[in-house]
């Protein structure tokens, strides 16, 4: 019987020798995963007989996974993002800190859409585009409908009808019953809407070049679905397409943002104003490196 505090630093030496950086953090993370303890708890329990053996053998399973580089959030299932908690799977990419400057810019101008509506009833929609696990049209519904008190409905698309399995599931999770999800190639289901427009389109687009995604960790390269990391020959394939149907779908003075990585802001900009978007922001993520681009259709 091994005390709590030789179980965890157990599985941090079988992390580091696998080479795994963060080996300090996965390895608390599974270990509060397996034993449902939280810290305060652990400083309190940490020198006491564990005792549970069931506990600890699902923890040396987990620690066993992620020495293979198979991504923590695949093994938890979940990651946190804007305050929710996400389920995740090998069929979307995992929420990252850095998408949340994505939808703290979306909140907000959609307070300033509210602004501009002609009844405080009026209704604000958003499309969220390659929507994956469905963690930014969740956290805009849910957030701009609680702390903002806007009336929104915002629907996801995505192309992955297994990635959409997965947002759903998020829906019913949070109860955001003004989020829907569809399953689409880009702007294909407008064809079938008559009444296609939107206040504000919003995306975190494929945006790796091709030859670049075996270059990638191990952890995304073998484990993120690669149809949500291949951006095409330059990896701007998909914020041309999805510009071009902006300039078309979204009502008048809408706006659209972006993630880009951090090297294509000033590109993804350029685009933007060839298909007639203006008041065009570069907006840098905590790292203080370029992450979200918007900009407002200029009918």
Request: aromatic share 8%; proline share 2%.
């Amino acid at each position: 019987m091994s005390r709590y505090i030789d179980i965890l630093n157990r599985g941090k030496d079988r992390l580091k020798k696998a080479g795994i950086s963060d080996f300090n953090t996965d390895a608390w993370l599974l270990f509060e995963e397996a034993f449902s303890m939280n810290r305060a708890a652990y400083f309190v329990k940490q020198l006491d007989l564990c005792g549970d053996d069931k506990a600890e053998e699902s923890f040396d399973k987990m620690i066993s996974v992620r020495c293979t580089r198979v991504p923590l959030q695949h093994i938890t299932g979940h990651q946190e993002f804007m305050g929710l908690d996400f389920k995740v799977n090998e069929h979307t990419l995992i929420p990252r800190q850095d998408t949340e400057t994505l939808v703290e810019e979306a909140l907000h101008y959609i307070n300033e859409l509210k602004k501009n509506k002609k009844s405080d009833n009026s209704r604000i929609r958003v499309l969220d585009m390659c929507t994956g696990s469905g963690c930014i049209a969740v956290s805009i519904g849910k957030l701009a409908a609680v702390k903002g008190n806007v009336p929104i409905e915002v629907i996801g698309s995505d192309i992955s009808h297994e990635a959409l399995k997965v947002a759903e599931l998020n829906k019913s999770i949070h109860k955001a019953e003004n989020v829907a999800f569809l399953e689409s190639s880009l702007f294909e289901f407008c064809s079938d809407t008559p009444e296609c427009r939107w206040d504000m389109i919003i995306s975190n687009p494929p945006y790796i070049r091709t030859s670049e995604i075996d270059e990638l960790a191990d952890e995304v390269r073998l484990h993120d679905p690669r149809l949500a990391l291949d951006g095409m020959e330059d990896g701007l394939y998909f914020y041309r397409e999805i510009t071009k149907g902006a300039a078309e779908y979204l009502d008048k003075e809408g706006y659209l943002l972006y993630e880009t990585g951090c090297n294509q802001a000033r590109e993804v900009s350029d685009i933007m104003k060839e298909n007639g978007f203006t008041d065009i922001k570069v907006v840098k993520d905590m790292a203080g490196l370029d992450r979200v681009v918007t900009g407002r259709l200029n009918h």
